[in-house]
């Protein structure tokens, strides 16, 4: 048995570059590089805004798709 959301329910991802990567986990080898375009869902992560950027910081794990 399958789960029908209507499209008004579905979530669009956003799309951004990776601009800084930590060094990731002994579990969660870091496969992201800086430069990499990435998609990812429309919550995930924390907004937070350095020296008047804004910049989006989430783990790797919430990265649908890197294009």
Do not use: N
């Not at 209507?6 to 990776?18: F, I, L, N, S, Y």
């Not at 375009?37 to 429309?42: A, C, E």
């Not at 992560?45 to 890197?66: F, I, N």
């Amino acid at each position: 048995m399958g789960l029908l959301l209507p499209d008004t329910a579905k979530e669009k991802p956003q799309r951004g570059k990776v601009v800084a990567v930590g060094k990731g986990g002994k579990d969660e080898p870091m496969e992201l590089k800086v430069g990499d375009q990435v998609l990812y869902g429309k919550y995930a992560g924390t907004e937070l805004t350095v020296e008047g950027k804004d910049y989006l910081m989430m783990r790797q794990s919430d990265v649908l798709a890197v294009i």
